[in-house]
């Protein structure tokens, strides 16, 4: 894909006190704010990189289904989906603004009456595998599901083997 | 005892192993997450203007016969402000470019217009990052590239280089 050459982002840093035409060095080199801007810069190391929106969250971000059973079939994919933004967590767990966004979007189609399953493919077709944390056996995971058996026969051929030589001549244990 | 090496063979997997995961530890893995929604048609959608005097942003206006570039920016992200010289460039090369706000209050966008300049044609505002979801994209700024037909054809991540200019305008010239 042609995108990956094109490609060279920086990462979207916490977010600096917006609203005035002032930038971030001209505050924390001014002496009055210096307090201010030394905790800014603290923060900035103190949480995670992804910036920071002044838009109220989503409806579904934070607010349960009122039924109670979409509720559950909700949260159950929010626990399988992954975050984008801080990787490693699900989007159930995270509080990044587009983990919000994802939840409000699967809760608003689950109320839709969207399946599950439903909701995973669309997602899976726009970031593929990745997104989900219960990825479908394929090239990719193979080794991950095989490689137990595989070293189970691997194990069970070499003690074979020994056993094999044991029964036959005894001068090799000499 | 000729398969003496044998014994080893358990070593050697081991080695390989560890000498795997030492080399994730040291080099991290790939974390930009690109999307699979290329080669597709633009997702229906209707958003309306993210500032006023700067129409909003319909889907169907992607398919008009003009190749174009569809950037999902912010007006709170940082990265963004360093991209707006290159989509000045890109305009003036005659590159049309339409915008996607992401999360941004209308105040907001305008004060990040007129204080980095205006290259986009519509901009619509996506509160909710709806769009952004269905395109598959997961941060700002990205840009999809987009042919006559309104189909995404390439997603660049991250902020557009002085350098990527002249690739970008040769591409979108080639779709035409």
Not at chain 1, 100 to 127: F, N
Request: charged share 20%; glycine share 8%; with cysteine.
């Amino acid at each position: 894909m042609g995108g990956r050459t094109l490609t060279a982002r920086i990462p979207a840093k916490a977010g600096t006190q917006s609203g005035t035409k002032r930038r971030w060095f001209n505050v924390a080199l001014d002496p009055r704010f210096r307090g201010g801007a030394l905790l800014c810069l603290a923060l900035l190391f103190a949480i995670p990189s992804f910036a920071q929106d002044r838009l109220p969250p989503a409806p579904y971000a934070y607010q349960q289904l009122n039924d109670p059973a979409k509720e559950a079939r909700a949260k159950a994919l929010m626990e399988e989906l992954r975050c984008l933004v801080c990787q490693g967590q699900s989007i159930a767990d995270s509080d990044a603004p587009l983990a919000g966004d994802m939840r409000h979007e699967v809760r608003s189609k689950i109320a839709a009456g969207e399946s599950p399953d439903e909701i995973k493919t669309w997602l899976v077709a726009r970031y593929g595998n990745w997104v989900t944390y219960d990825p479908p056996f394929d090239a990719a995971t193979a080794l991950l599901w095989l490689g137990p058996l595989l070293f189970l026969a691997i194990g069970g051929w070499l003690a074979f083997g020994r056993f094999r030589r044991g029964e036959g001549d005894v001068e090799d244990k000499a | 005892m000729k398969n003496r090496w044998v014994l080893f063979v358990p070593l050697a997997i081991m080695g390989l192993l560890f000498g795997a995961f030492i080399y994730r530890l040291v080099t991290p893995a790939e974390t930009l997450i690109q999307s699979q929604w290329i080669d597709k048609p633009m997702p229906l959608f209707d958003l309306p203007p993210a500032t006023a005097g700067v129409p909003g942003l319909k889907s169907s206006q992607l398919a008009d016969g003009r190749p174009r570039l569809v950037n999902v920016f912010a007006s709170w992200c940082i990265p963004c402000r360093a991209e707006a010289p290159q989509l000045e460039a890109l305009k003036a090369a005659g590159v049309p470019i339409d915008g996607i706000a992401i999360r941004d209050r209308p105040e907001d966008v305008a004060q990040f217009l007129s204080e980095y300049g205006n290259p986009f044609d519509r901009i619509g505002a996506d509160m909710q990052s709806s769009v952004q979801i269905a395109l598959g994209s997961s941060g700002v700024p990205e840009t999809f590239l987009i042919d006559g037909k309104g189909i995404i054809r390439e997603q660049i991540q991250g902020v557009i280089l002085a350098e990527q200019v002249p690739e970008i305008v040769a591409k979108i010239e080639a779709m035409k």
